[in-house]
Each structure stands twice: as structure tokens, then as C-alpha cells.
């Protein structure tokens, strides 16, 4: 389908008073090196089209061999919600909201714009560096041949009846050039408009300029004849400046800025070059301003969490994780059961606190249960208290079949001191009844969380000793920030690290263990992610809880029953390996599976109709709530 109508200018098509043209989908996507499914590309759109913006750069049609990422720019141009889209902003009629979204394409060339064309695009976009070591890097071409090649585009595409961005790249330096004369800049602006562009935006590609020069390059372009309202500001936020640098060009007089959810981006031809200015950033700063941007800050905050989510990586936007984090708040302030608001995460789970004590909330999210040591101040030492509610917590829970996983975590900087060894409660050196008694409550509530039917996820924010190490290591899984060490701390203190060791030398393997333990010396969550017995390290302990979320949300492809019977297999495979006992429980567990009224029934009948695999929360809440309602 060709587009025949020339549409208006952008600056007149919406009232907002900043222009913020969303290039996450484009320019955030581009430099990932992992395939992302086409369909998470199309729901990115689909979500970042709600939140009010009012225009997505939705691809580009480049060299499948140049952006390997966005080879499947036709089939997302084909797609069907994105032809609806574009039909709609074609009837000049419809509603303000759809008549002024804008769904612009980057293009390189002739080739990429006929493609463009063919799938009805209204809108592409050109890209030319104003420097040549880029510009040969990049494009495989001088600057005056980019520019050429920007020509032809930009007037077939006009003839056509499309609007067309101009972009110039590395406004400020070029990775291989270095400083980029302004001359350079200003030539290729030029001709980008006289070709017929209606804007071009300043690319800061390498995410080097501040605010200074920003300025300096602007008064040097308003000097030589370029207004404002023909220009963009597009900056990468490589040393920390994007945000800065969007503010001084608004301060300078333009109102039209780039930037990506999340602050996903970058470009692989400019090395370390990081991600665009966060777009939930420029939105709470211009907002504050008073300055409407028609963008739903909240709406667009859960769009970058849900994209980082996707990408596994943490979210950029400072703003995003600060409103996140503040959304979370009241409920982790929440004292009573009946107080208790839903804690929003990243990864979509929404936590209900069930329950709260002096040293743990609980708290649920459909089939998942995360209890938090909540006594920081005490570095959420194992105290008496405190063992006592885990295990009654792990003993209630262990015939609660609407819960299949169990997470814990702690608040504060420590995830667990151990065992509580303060004056006056430590259980050293008094009499054989009292040692006794702290012996069986430790192995008891170590042996309830081993041998919990459920998925146990250990979600360690921080540093933990003796006990504290069992208690992690105790559970079927771990995750960790990177701030976390793991120290066998009891030979330091004349003790040895008794309950504990069954799990850890299980988990760590003998060799490792025994040096731990000797050295008394912290382990790292590195070291511990090499040997494999923690899974993921996130970068702190922020980053923790959407990790924790993404974690369990991953594990629903696994029915319930099952993953409890592979715990089972795990057991038998470290108790008795080779032995009687192993083959006997192999068969039990083998038979268990065969049942004709077990999880197989639903698992394998999907498989053979080749239908979508179940969804194993949805079943286990469903057959709960025919069930009753559980206690938790
Ligand atoms: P080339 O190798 O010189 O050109 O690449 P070619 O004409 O010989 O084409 C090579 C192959 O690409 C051929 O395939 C063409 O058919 C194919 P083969 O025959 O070898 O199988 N090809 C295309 N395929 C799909 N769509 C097309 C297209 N054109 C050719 N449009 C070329 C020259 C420009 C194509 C290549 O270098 C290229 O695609 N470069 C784009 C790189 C890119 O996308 N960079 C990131 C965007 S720029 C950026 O991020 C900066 C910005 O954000 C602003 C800022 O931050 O400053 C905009
Ligand atoms: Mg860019």
C-alpha cells in the first residue's frame, strides 16, 4: 500500500509542549546481542503506543548483516497491529490520539525505504554522520555519499507522499575521528533540511557532550541559520550527561527530544557507547517542569520494567526504578495484615503481605510465598524468635498445594548473621540441654526447608555467616547481588559449622567446603556462580527483587508435583548414590509419574495436541480455589 497524503508536521500535530519521539524499539533494540522474538517487539509497541507517545520509531530497514537484531523488520512491518496502526493514522479522521501518532522507520537507503513504502509506512527516517570514520563504519560510505544517499530518499519518499527525519550522527566526536568540528555538524544539518526533512536530530551517538556544549554547538547552528523548531536533540547517555544535555537544548529553545524506555540503546558501530536518555527520565523532569509531554509517567514506568524484564538486563531509567521503588514502599511500611498494599514489581508480580511478625513478613503472589528476614538491625541473626517462625512458616506451607514456590530474603544490608550469638541469648558455653535444644531447632528448620515439596529460592541480598549460609543453601536455589559473600565464620570463633555443613559441603562440594571453612575467609557470589551453586548474580541489591520476580515467573513451566518429584530424584542422587535406595525411590517416583490422574494427564495431552504448554500457576490456583481458600 503507498501513501498519498502529506502529513502534517509533527510540532502541529500534537498539543504536548515537548515532543518525545520514542526510538526504544529502533535505537534501544538494535545493539542487543540476543535474539528478541519478534512478538516481544510487537507487544513493546503495543504497550509503549499506551502510554500517550506520540511518535515510536518502530524499526529500521537496514543490512540484516549490519543490525542482525532488526533482520525481522519486514515481518514487523507486515504484522498486523502495526498495518492497523498505520491504516488508522491514515483516516484523517480519527481520534486525536491515533490521527497523531506518529510510526517513523529508519531507512539507509533506497532499498530500505521501498521496503518502507511497500509495507504502507507514512514516515522514515534518514541518518548521515558529520563525521567520515563513523559514517564508513556505519553506513559503508563517505559523508558526502550519505548524503547523497539521504537525498535521493528523502525526495523519493517525499514524491511518495512521506514525511521525513533527518538524523546527524556524532555531533560531538566520532569513536575512530575524534572531536567533531561544528562546520562538520552544520554542513550536514543543511542539507538534510534542504533535501526536505522537517527536522533533524542531533545524535550525540557516543554520549560524550555535556550540557556546555551542548550549548556552545547550538548558538553555533541558530548562529548559521538553523532555528530550533528544526531541530531534535537525541543524546546517548554514555558518561552520565543525556538528561543534562535534553534539559540545556530545551533551555536553548527546542522542544523535540529522542529517547528509549528503560534507557535501552546504543549503536554497535560506536563502541561502549551506552543507551539513549531514559524516556521515563525526560518525562519526570519535563512534567516537574510543567511542562506536558502527553505521556503517561506511570504507564511508561511499568513499560520499561516489563522491557528490562524481557531483556534480562537491569532498567537504566533512574526515574523508573525510583518510582518503582516508591510504589513498593507503602506496603513494606504496612503493620497490619489489613493495611497491606499490593507491592508492584517489575517482573508483574504484585506481593500481598500476608503476614507480619518482629522478624518476618510473608508475603504472596498467586502460587509464590517470599518471607523476608526483617530484622536488620540485628543483621537477621537466626534468632530463637525467628527459627521458630521459619519452621512453623516451612511446616504449614509443606501441605499447602496452592503454593508451589517459596522465596527468602532479607531487609536490610545483611541477608542472614547466623546463628544469634549476642550477650545474654547465645547458646555457647551454657549447659548440654541448652545446646541440645539449639542443635534441634537449627537442624530442624534446615531440614524443613530441604525437604519442602516446593521450589525454595534463596534471594541473598547481601552478606551472610555460618548459619545464615546454611539457610541459603538449604533451599533448592539461589540468587544473589553481587555485594553478597558467604563465610564459614565459626573455626574464627572456636566452632565449627555443624547443622550447616550437610547442606553446604551437598551444594559447595567437598574441596571448596573444606577450604571455606578453614579459611573462615568470605566466599563471593562469583566464586560461588562459577561452581554453579548460586544461579544469577545481579549487579546489587535492587536489582534483587525483579531478579527474584523473573526467576519465579520463569519456573511456571514447570508443574508443581513434578519439580517436587525431581527434588525427590536430587535427593536420592546425593543420599544413596548407586544404591539400593536410589533405585528403589527412582521407581516409586517413576510410577508416581505414570498415574493416569497425574500432572501428566494435562502436561502430555497439550504436548500431543501440540497446544500451548500449560500454564501450571493458572492450574494450581484454580484447583486451590475449587479447593478452598488457603490459610495463606
Ligand atoms: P553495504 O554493504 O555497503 O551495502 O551496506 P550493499 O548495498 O552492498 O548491501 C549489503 C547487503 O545488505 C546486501 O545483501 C543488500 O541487499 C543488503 P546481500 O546481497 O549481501 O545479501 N541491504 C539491505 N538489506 C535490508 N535493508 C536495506 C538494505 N540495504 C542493503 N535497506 C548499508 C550499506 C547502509 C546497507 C549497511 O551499512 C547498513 O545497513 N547500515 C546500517 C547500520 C545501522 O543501522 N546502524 C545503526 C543506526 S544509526 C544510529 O544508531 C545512530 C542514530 O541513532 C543517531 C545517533 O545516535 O547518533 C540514528
Ligand atoms: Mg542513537
Known amino acids: 500500500m503507498r501513501a498519498s497524503r502529506i502529513l502534517s508536521s509533527p510540532a502541529t500535530a500534537r498539543a504536548a509542549a515537548v515532543r518525545i519521539v520514542e526510538v526504544g524499539p529502533r535505537d534501544g533494540l538494535q545493539n542487543v546481542k540476543k535474539t528478541i522474538p519478534l512478538t516481544t517487539k510487537l507487544e513493546l509497541i503495543s504497550r509503549l503506543r499506551q502510554t500517550g507517545l506520540g511518535a515510536i520509531e518502530i524499526t529500521s530497514v537496514v543490512s540484516p548483516r549490519a543490525i542482525p537484531q532488526l533482520a525481522d523488520c519486514r515481518a514487523l512491518l507486515a504484522d498486523e497491529s502495526i498495518q492497523t496502526q498505520i491504516r488508522q493514522n491514515d483516516s484523517s479522521g480519527s481520534s486525536p490520539n491515533t490521527n497523531s501518532l506518529r510510526l517513523p522507520v529508519l531507512v539507509p537507503n533506497l532499498k530500505g525505504l521501498e521496503i518502507a513504502l511497500q509495507n504502507g509506512v507514512r514516515e522514515v527516517a534518514v541518518f548521515v554522520s558529520a563525521t567520515e570514520g ?6 559503508n560510505a563517505t559523508v558526502d555519499q550519505g548524503l547523497a544517499r539521504a537525498r535521493e530518499v528523502t525526495q523519493r519518499a517525499t514524491s511518495a507522499g512521506l514525511v521525513v527525519r533527518g538524523y546527524v550522527s556524532c555531533i560531538f566526536a566520532d569513536p575512530f575521528d575524534g572531536p567533531t568540528p561544528q562546520s562538520a555538524v552544520l554542513k550536514v544539518v543543511r542539507v538534510l533540511l534542504d533535501v526536505g526533512c522537517y527536522e533533524v536530530s542531533l545524535g550525540d551517538t557516543l554520549g560524550v557532550g555535556s550540557p556546555a556544549d551542548v550549548k556552545n554547538l547550538l548558538e553555533y547552528l ?28 530545551y533551555r536553548c529553545g527546542l522542544r523535540a527530544f529522542d529517547s528509549s524506555v528503560g534507557g535501552l540503546g546504543g549503536c554497535p558501530f560506536a563502541p561502549g557507547a551506552k543507551g539513549n536518555a531514559a524516556t521515563e527520565d525526560l518525562v519526570y523532569m519535563f512534567e516537574r517542569a510543567g511542562c506536558d509531554t502527553g505521556v503517561d509517567l506511570e504507564k511508561l514506568v511499568e513499560v520499561g520494567n516489563w522491557i528490562s524484564a524481557q531483556l534480562d538486563k537491569p532498567n537504566e531509567s533512574r526515574a523508573g526504578v525510583a518510582l518503582t521503588a516508591k510504589k513498593a514502599l507503602p506496603s513494606l511500611k504496612a ?24 522478624s518476618l513478613r510473608v508475603y504472596r503472589s498467586g502460587v509464590n510465598l517470599k518471607v523476608v528476614l526483617n530484622q536488620p538491625k540485628k543483621g537477621n541473626a537466626l534468632t ?11 511446616r504449614e506451607t509443606k501441605s499447602n498445594r ?28 551454657q549447659s548440654q540441654q541448652v545446646s541440645d535444644a539449639q542443635y534441634e531447632r537449627l537442624a530442624t528448620l534446615f531440614r524443613a526447608i530441604d525437604t519442602a515439596p516446593q521450589v525454595t529460592v534463596a534471594a541473598i541480598n547481601g552478606p551472610a555467616f555460618g548459619g545464615g549460609v546454611g539457610l541459603a543453601f538449604a533451599c533448592d536455589v539461589r540468587i544473589a547481588s553481587s555485594s553478597t559473600t558467604m563465610t564459614l565464620s565459626e573455626a574464627k570463633l572456636g566452632l565449627c559449622p555443624a547443622t550447616i555443613s550437610k547442606y553446604v559441603v551437598r551444594e559447595w562440594g567437598l574441596p571448596f567446603t573444606r577450604e571455606a571453612m578453614l579459611s573462615a575467609r568470605p566466599v563471593t557470589a562469583a566464586e560461588l556462580h562459577s561452581l554453579g551453586c548460586v544461579t544469577k548474580v545481579v549487579a546489587d541489591a535492587e536489582e534483587l527483587s525483579p531478579a527474584l520476580d523473573r526467576y519465579l515467573t520463569q519456573l511456571k513451566i514447570s508443574a508443581p508435583e513434578a519439580s517436587s518429584m525431581c527434588k525427590q530424584l536430587i535427593k536420592l542422587g546425593w543420599t544413596n548414590p548407586g544404591g539400593p535406595e536410589q533405585e528403589q525411590g527412582i521407581k516409586q517416583l517413576f510410577d508416581r509419574m505414570m498415574r493416569p490422574d497425574g500432572e501428566a494427564s494435562i502436561g502430555l495431552k497439550a504436548f500431543q495436541e501440540t497446544r500451548r504448554p500449560p500454564d501450571w500457576d493458572e492450574i494450581t490456583m484454580s484447583r486451590s480455589a475449587a479447593t478452598g481458600k488457603p490459610k495463606l
Not at 134 to 139: H, P, W
Not at 236 to 249: E, I, K, L, P, S
Request: charge should be positive; charged fraction near 15%.
Open 222 to 249: 541558530f548562529a548559521n541559520g538553523i532555528g530550533p523548531s528544526k531541530l531534535a536533540g537525541h543524546f546517548h547517555d554514555t558518561y552520565g550527561q543525556a538528561v543534562a544535555n535534553v534539559w540545556q537544548a
Open 335 to 358: 503493620k497490619t495484615v489489613g493495611q497491606a498494599r499490593d507491592i508492584a514489581s517489575s517482573a508483574g508480580l504484585t506481593w500481598k503481605l500476608v503476614s507480619e511478625t518482629e
Open 134 to 139: 563513523f559514517s564508513k563504519a556505519n553506513i
Open 384 to 394: 530463637v524468635a525467628m527459627i521458630h517462625e521459619l519452621t512453623r512458616l516451612f
Open 402 to 429: 496452592s503454593i508451589s514456590r517459596v522465596a527468602i530474603t532479607s531487609e536490610g544490608r545483611y541477608f542472614c548473621a547466623g546463628m544469634d550469638l549476642g550477650k545474654g541469648t547465645s547458646p555457647v558455653a
